[in-house]
C-alpha cells in the first residue's frame, strides 16, 4: 500500500403641442410627401438594439477577465476542502455564463467573448457530437461493453448508469480544459464506446462519484486532461453529490501493475491533490486491487 495524510438612455424627443389659440393642424400641402417625412421620422427615432451589444459585451469582458485571473490564482492557493468545493462551484457556473454568452454573440454576429479572455471556444458543441455519438454505440451493443467493465471491476450500478455517469464525468472535465484554455481535442478524441478502439489511450480511470454513480474516462500513460483535485471537488447536481471516493485505474493492455508504475501512480494523482489542498485535509492512498492490471486510489476527507 501507497499511503499518505495528507446606454446611455435616449432621451424620447418630446411632441410639441399645438400653439394657443391654434386647434388646427396645418395640412401638408403634398399627402404623399406628408406620408413619407413621417415615415422617415420614425425610422430614425427607432433604436436599433444591436447597437448596444458593443457595451454590452464590453462590460461583461471585463468582469469575466478578472474573474478568470482570480480562478488562475486560486489553484496556486491551498485551500480547505469546504472552500475549495465552493470554488469548484463557481467555475462550473462561470463556464455555463461564458458558454451561453459565446452563443449569444454568434447569434448577433458579434466576436465570441473568449477571443478577448484567451479562452478557447465554447466545447458544447464538441460535446454534443461526442454524447451522440456515444449513445448510439451504446445502445446498438445493448450496454454489453460497460457490463463487462462492471463485472471487472465488482462495480455496484448498471451499464445505463455508467454510460450517464461517463457523459457527466466528460462534460466536467471538459470545462475544466475549458476554463484553463487547454485544447480538449485529444481528450475527447480518446473517449470511444469501446476503449479498444481508442487506440492512444492507456488507461480506463473510473471513478466512484457515491450513491452507486459511476464514470469512466480513457486517457494516455500521463493521464493527460484528468485534473483530480479539480473532480474532487466537483458537484455532480444531478446526484446531489460532490466530488469522489474511489478512483480505479486500469490498464487497458490487462499486463500486471507493478510497484514502480503503482508507486508512479500514486505520485501522479497527489501531485493534483496536493497541489490544492493541504496534505492534513486529504488522506490518499493507492493499492493494487484483486485484478491485477488495476490500481484503486482512495481519498478521502480527515
Avoid at 2 to 10: E, L
Avoid at 89 to 94: G, T
Wanted: proline letters at 4%.
Amino acid at each position: 500500500m501507497i499511503t499518505k495524510k495528507k446606454q446611455s438612455k435616449v432621451q424620447p424627443q418630446k411632441s410639441r403641442g399645438s400653439k394657443p389659440g391654434n386647434s388646427k393642424l396645418a395640412k401638408p400641402s403634398n399627402e404623399s410627401e406628408g406620408i413619407s417625412k413621417v415615415s422617415n421620422a420614425r425610422d430614425e427615432k427607432k433604436p436599433n438594439p444591436l447597437d448596444k451589444l458593443d457595451i454590452f459585451f464590453a462590460k461583461h469582458r471585463d468582469c469575466m477577465k478578472i474573474e478568470v485571473q482570480l480562478f488562475s490564482e486560486l489553484k496556486e492557493v491551498k485551500l480547505p476542502v469546504k472552500v475549495r468545493k465552493m470554488v469548484a462551484r463557481s467555475e462550473e457556473a462561470f463556464t455555463a455564463r461564458l458558454v451561453a454568452l459565446n452563443d449569444f454573440a454568434d447569434a448577433a454576429g458579434m466576436p465570441p467573448v473568449y477571443l478577448s479572455l484567451g479562452i478557447v471556444p465554447s466545447v458544447a458543441g464538441v460535446y454534443d457530437r461526442w454524447k451522440t455519438e456515444y449513445e448510439a454505440a451504446a445502445k446498438a451493443d445493448k450496454g454489453g461493453e460497460a457490463s463487462r467493465q462492471i463485472k471487472r471491476l465488482h462495480l455496484e450500478c448498471t451499464s445505463a448508469t455508467l454510460v450517464a455517469g461517463t457523459e457527466f464525468l466528460v462534460a466536467a472535465i471538459l470545462a475544466y480544459c475549458n476554463i484553463d484554455g487547454r485544447d480538449c481535442k485529444p481528450f475527447i478524441e480518446q473517449q470511444s464506446y469501446r476503449p479498444a478502439d481508442s487506440v492512444a489511450s492507456f488507461y480506463c480511470v473510473t471513478f466512484d462519484l457515491f450513491n452507486g454513480h459511476f464514470g469512466r474516462v480513457l486517457t494516455d500513460r500521463s493521464i493527460s486532461h484528468v485534473d483530480f483535485a479539480d473532480l474532487f471537488g466537483h458537484p455532480w447536481n444531478e446526484y446531489k453529490t460532490a466530488g469522489f471516493h474511489h478512483v480505479y485505474i486500469s490498464r487497458l493492455d490487462r499486463r500486471p501493475i507493478d510497484e514502480v508504475e503503482l508507486e508512479t501512480l500514486y505520485e501522479r494523482v497527489t501531485k493534483d491533490l496536493y497541489s490544492d489542498y493541504a496534505e492534513d485535509d486529504l488522506a490518499v492512498c493507492v493499492d493494487l486491487t484483486e485484478q491485477a492490471d488495476t490500481a484503486k486510489a482512495t481519498v478521502a476527507e480527515h
